[in-house]
C-alpha cells in the first residue's frame, strides 16, 4: 500500500513543480554580439608547403553559411570551383584543384559566416597558406571611387604581373582583392614584383574585363611591390564601348518616342521613312545617351526611323502608343505653369515659365502681361531655355519688377502652340517678389593652378538647376551670384581635356582616363541677408 501513495505523492509534486515553473517568464540574458570565431584550422592557418586538397574551420559556436560561392574568394583565384560544406561546428573547403608552386594564397571570408542565433557576420579573418617554403607578406592599399566621389562595395581589385594591356582580358589576375563599403581595399600576402593595378565590376564574377556594360579603373603605370607602404587611388568609369547602336526605341505615350543609345551621341538624326512629310523634335538628357523624340503623327501603328550620327546609322521599328479614348489613352494635356518658389520672386530674376511639352511657336499679336497694384506691364522679352539634366522646356521671362511688391502675371490663352498643335489656356498667377534682406549673395573664388588642362565649373541649386557654366581660365576666378534664394547649393569643376565643353569617361585600350570631376566638398548654405565666400583651389589631377 506504500508504494502507490509514494508513487502519487511524486507524480502530484512533478505537477506542482511544472504548475510553477509555467508561472514564472524567463528573464533571458544579454544579446550576443559575438561573431563566431575559429579555435582550431586543419591544416593549421600560415601553414608552409601546403599540400592538402581540405581546409576545415572548427568555431567556437554553431554557424550558418549566407551564399559562400559569392562571399568567399582566394587570392590569386583557384582554376577551379571549390566545394563548401557546413558540419556541426566545422567548416569545410574542399576541391582546391591544383594549386601554383611557391604561391602564397589567400582566402577571405566577406560575409559567409555568421553565427546561428543572432546572425553576426565573423568579418576579417583570414586564412593563408603557401605551396613554397615561406609566406610573401608584401601588401598594398588603395581606395576606389567612382567619377562623382562615390563609393561602391564588393569591387573586383587585381594584381598582374603580365603587364600587357589585354592580360585583364585574357587571363585570371595573380592577386585579387575586394573594396569595403567606403571602396577601401588591401591586397595582402603578395610576392615581390612589378604589376599592373586594375580595379572591375565584375558582373558576371568570371574575374575578366568583358568591356561593355563592366565599369573599370587602372593605374596609369605599373607598380612595383617591394614594400607595405604603397597606397593607390583609382577611378571607377563605364567607357562608352567601341561601336554606337540603338539600344531600345519605345514608345510609352501617343507622339513621342524614347531613344536609348549605347554611348552619348553628339548630334543625332532622325527621318521618319514612313512618312517623308512628318516633323519631329528632339531633346537630348543632361549624359546624351537618352534622346526623346517628339513626332506629329498621333495615329500610326508603327514607324519606321533612320537614325544616323557622326560613324553611326541605323533603322528601327516602333510601335506606336496611340491615342484611344476607350483605353484611356491620351496624349497629355499641354500645361503651362510658372516655377514661382512659394508664390515668391527674386525682382531681379526671370520668371521662369515651363511646357509639358516642346513649343511649335508663339503668337506675337499676343502679350503676356504683368500687374503690379492698377499699373499694367507688358512683357515682351521671352527667352528659351532648355535644362537638359531634367528634360523640360522653360521660357525665361525677363520683366522690370520692384521689391516687396505684389503682382499678378496673366498668360493669355492662345499664346504658345506645342508639336502637336495645340495651343495653351489662359492662367493667372499671383506672387510677390522678395527684399533684398531675405536674399543673400555669394562670392566664388575658383584658383586654377593647373596651366595643361582646361577646366569648367557647374553651379547648381538643391534642386539640380544648373545656375552657371563657364570655362575658367588659368589663375583667379572671381564668380559672383547676387540676389540668390536662401537654399543649399552645389559647386563643381570638371576638367576637358578634349575641349569639348562636355565630361567624357576613359577608355582603358587607349589608356585614357575618365575627366576628372572635383566637386566641393563643402556646405554652401545660403541664408538670409547673408554674404558667403566660398574658395576653390584646382592644383591639377589627383
Known sequence: MLKPFAFLLCSVAIIFITSCANQVSPTGGEKDERPPHVVKSNPRNLTVNFSSDRINLTFDEYTQLADPA?????????DGKPQYRLHGKTFSITHLGILNPNTTYSVSFGNAIKDLTEGNIMLNYQYVFSTGSYIDSFKIKGNVKDVNGKSSENLLVMLYSDLSDSAVAKHRPNYNARTDKDGNFAVDHVKTGIYKLVALNDLNFNLLYDGAGEAIAFFDSSITISDTTGFYKLTMFKPYGEKQKVISAESHQPGRILFSFFQPTQDIH???????NATGFLEYSFARDTVTYWLNDLISDSIMLAVSDKNFSDTVMVRM???????????????????????????????????????????????????????????????????????????AMHAIMEEKKKYTLIIPDSLFSDVYGRFNDSSLVSFSTLEKSELGNLNLK????????????????????????????????????????PGNYYLRVIQDANRNNHWDTGDYWKHLQPEEIINYNGDISLRA??????????????
Do not use: C
Open 70 to 78: 559569392a562571399q568567399i574568394f582566394f587570392s590569386p583565384a583557384l
Open 270 to 276: 532622325v527621318s521618319n521613312m514612313s512618312d517623308k
Open 321 to 395: 502608343k496611340k491615342a484611344n479614348t476607350s483605353l484611356h489613352v491620351s496624349l497629355p494635356l499641354f500645361s503651362v505653369k510658372t516655377i514661382i518658389n512659394n508664390f515668391q520672386q527674386v525682382a531681379s530674376q526671370p520668371i521662369v515659365i515651363q511646357f509639358s511639352s516642346p513649343i511649335a511657336a508663339i503668337n506675337e499679336n499676343k502679350k503676356i502681361e504683368l500687374l503690379k497694384d492698377s499699373l499694367k506691364q507688358t512683357v515682351n522679352r521671352l527667352e528659351m531655355v532648355t535644362d537638359t539634366i531634367s528634360n523640360k522646356r522653360f521660357i
Open 446 to 485: 575658383i584658383a586654377v593652378a593647373d596651366s595643361s588642362n582646361l577646366y569648367f565649373y557647374e553651379f547648381r541649386n538643391k534642386a539640380g538647376d544648373l545656375l552657371g557654366k563657364h570655362t575658367l581660365k588659368t589663375g583667379t576666378n572671381n564668380l559672383v551670384f547676387t540676389s540668390m534664394a
Open 529 to 542: 541677408n547673408w554674404d558667403i565666400d566660398i574658395q576653390m583651389n584646382i592644383s591639377g589631377l589627383k
